[in-house]
C-alpha cells in the first residue's frame, strides 16, 4: 500500500528537507471553496480538518456528522477540479472534550464511538486529545500516564475499525500528545505563554510510546507530536513564534525517530514564523479562526460597496443580522469576550478568538450573506480599487475575475499564500 501523504512529509523534513504541511481546520463552505481552490492552482496536498465540537457522531454544531463533512468536502473538491488524492481529511480533538462533565467511564465510551464514525468515514489524519480532565478524575493536574492510556485505548479503536473494515483506502495515522492548545483560542487573561519543555515532550512520548506497546499498538502509526511551541493567540492578542525560546524544544526532536511536531493556533503568524516552525520541526500548521476572520473582513468590505451601490430597503443588512443573532445567543462568545461594554461590542465582530464565526451557519445570517453576494454581481472597478486593492491589481491583469465569491476566495488565498510558501509549495 502507497506511504501515507503525512509520513512521506516526516521523512523529508526529518531529513532536513524544509517542507511541512498546513491544515485547514474550518466547515465553513466559502472557506473550503477557497482552500481548495488555493490547492489546486498551486498543486500541493491538502489537510481539512474537523473538529469534535463541529462534527461528530451526533452531529456537532454544524448539524454535520464524519461521513457527511467527508461527502461535502470532496464534493466541493471535485467542483473545483482538486484530485481526490490531494486530499487528506482529518478530525481534531478527538477524545472526550466534548464530555468532560461526565465520568471517564461513560464520556470514554463516547469518545470511542466518535474516533470509529471518522474512522469508518475515511478520514486518515487522526489527532487523539485525551488531555482534559473528566468529572471523576482527581484533583490536581492530570497525570500524562492517564492520558496516555486513554489516547492508547482511542488509538486501539481506530485501528480495530480500519482492520475491519471492508474497503480499506490508506492506513491512517494519529497525532498525539499531552500538552494541546484550546480549541478556537486561548480564554486566558494573563498574556504569557512558554514553549513546551523539552525533558516534558521527552517525557511524554516514552510514556505516550510505553501505553501504547502495552496496548499492542505500533507507534510507528503515530506520525506527529502536539506540542506548545509559544505561539497563541486570544480575542486580542497574539504571540507569534519566537525561534530562540523554542530552541530547546526543537533540539528534543532529534532524540526521537519518525515524528514531527503539530502546531496548533498558528493563525496570524506572519510568513517569516511559519517558515522558521516549518525549519523547527513545526512541521504540520494549524489554521482556522485566521481563515474566518479573512472571510468576515471581505464580507464586511463588501457590504460597504453594497452600501453605495444599492437602496436601503433592498440591503442584506449583514452585521445588523450577526449582531442580533449574537446578541440572541451568547454561548458562543460571552465566556471569550471580557471588558466594558463598548469593548465587548467591538470583540464581537473585530475579536482575533472570531467566535463571529460560529454564527455565520445561522439561517437568517447566511440568508443575509446570500442576499449581499446576489446585490453585487460585479464589484464597480472604483469600489474594488477602494477596498479591494490586491484584487483590484489582479483584476486589471486580467487572472481576477470582480464578482464577489471571486474576490473573497482570493482574499482568503492570500493568507494561505504564507502557508503554501512555508511549507515549501510555492
Known amino acids: 500500500m502507497n506511504e501515507h501523504t503525512i509520513k512521506t512529509m516526516v521523512r523529508h523534513n526529518r531529513n532536513n528537507h524544509n517542507i511541512g504541511l498546513y491544515s485547514v481546520c474550518s466547515a465553513n463552505e466559502i472557506v473550503l471553496h477557497a482552500s481548495i481552490k488555493h490547492a489546486k492552482k498551486h498543486t500541493y496536498p491538502l489537510i481539512i480538518e474537523s473538529t469534535a465540537n463541529q462534527v461528530n457522531q451526533f452531529g456537532g454544531y454544524t448539524g454535520i456528522k464524519p461521513h457527511e463533512f467527508y461527502i461535502q468536502v ?13 486530499i487528506i481529511l482529518g478530525g481534531d480533538h478527538l477524545g472526550p472534550l466534548l464530555w468532560q462533565n461526565e465520568n471517564e467511564e461513560s464520556a470514554m465510551l463516547k469518545a470511542v464511538d466518535m474516533v470509529k464514525a471518522y474512522t469508518l468515514a475515511g478520514y486518515t489524519k487522526i489527532h487523539l486529545d485525551t488531555s482534559m480532565k473528566l468529572n471523576d478524575d482527581a484533583p490536581g493536574p492530570l497525570n500524562v500516564r492517564i492520558c496516555a492510556k486513554r489516547g492508547a485505548l482511542l488509538a486501539k479503536a481506530v485501528f480495530e475499525t480500519y482492520d475491519n473494515m471492508p474497503k480499506q483506502g490508506i492506513r491512517p495515522v494519529l497525532v498525539i500528545g499531552s500538552e494541546v492548545p484550546i480549541p478556537g483560542g486561548s480564554q486566558e487573561q494573563d498574556k504569557s505563554i512558554y514553549p513546551t519543555k523539552a525533558n516534558d515532550f521527552l517525557r511524554q512520548v516514552e510514556v505516550f510510546k510505553h501505553e501504547f506497546e502495552n496496548a499492542g499498538l505500533d507507534f510507528n502509526d503515530v506520525a506527529a507530536f502536539v506540542v506548545q511551541p509559544g505561539v497563541e493567540f486570544g480575542d486580542d492578542f497574539v504571540f507569534l513564534y519566537d525561534k530562540e525560546k523554542a530552541k530547546d524544544l526543537s533540539q528534543a526532536l532529534n532524540k526521537v525517530d519518525n515524528i514531527v511536531f503539530e502546531g496548533h493556533s498558528t493563525d496570524y ?15 504540520i500548521l494549524k489554521v482556522g479562526p485566521a481563515l474566518t476572520f479573512v472571510l468576515r473582513e471581505a464580507l464586511f468590505l463588501l457590504e ?11 440591503r442584506s443588512n449583514l452585521k445588523k443580522t450577526i449582531l442580533k443573532e449574537m446578541d440572541s445567543s451568547k454561548k458562543y462568545w460571552e465566556k471569550y469576550y471580557s471588558g466594558t461594554t463598548e469593548e465587548i461590542e467591538y470583540k464581537k465582530f473585530y475579536s482575533y478568538s472570531d467566535r463571529l464565526r460560529y454564527y455565520l451557519p445561522e439561517k437568517n445570517v447566511n440568508d443575509a450573506i446570500q442576499r449581499l453576494l446576489g446585490n453585487i454581481p460585479e464589484v464597480p472597478q472604483a469600489l474594488l480599487s477602494q ?12 487572472t481576477l475575475k470582480n464578482d464577489p465569491l471571486s474576490i473573497i476566495h482570493d482574499r482568503i488565498g492570500d493568507l494561505l499564500d504564507g502557508y503554501a510558501s512555508a511549507c515549501g509549495y510555492m
Not at 304 to 314: L, T
Open 304 to 314: 460597504a460597496v453594497e452600501e453605495i451601490i444599492v437602496a436601503p430597503d433592498s
Open 387 to 398: 477596498y479591494f486593492p490586491l484584487q483590484y491589481r489582479r483584476f486589471l491583469q486580467g
Open 74 to 86: 470532496h464534493d466541493i473538491a471535485s467542483k473545483e477540479g482538486l484530485a481526490k488524492e490531494n
Open 269 to 283: 503568524q506572519n510568513p517569516e514564523n511559519l517558515l522558521h516552525m516549518i525549519r523547527d520541526g513545526v512541521a
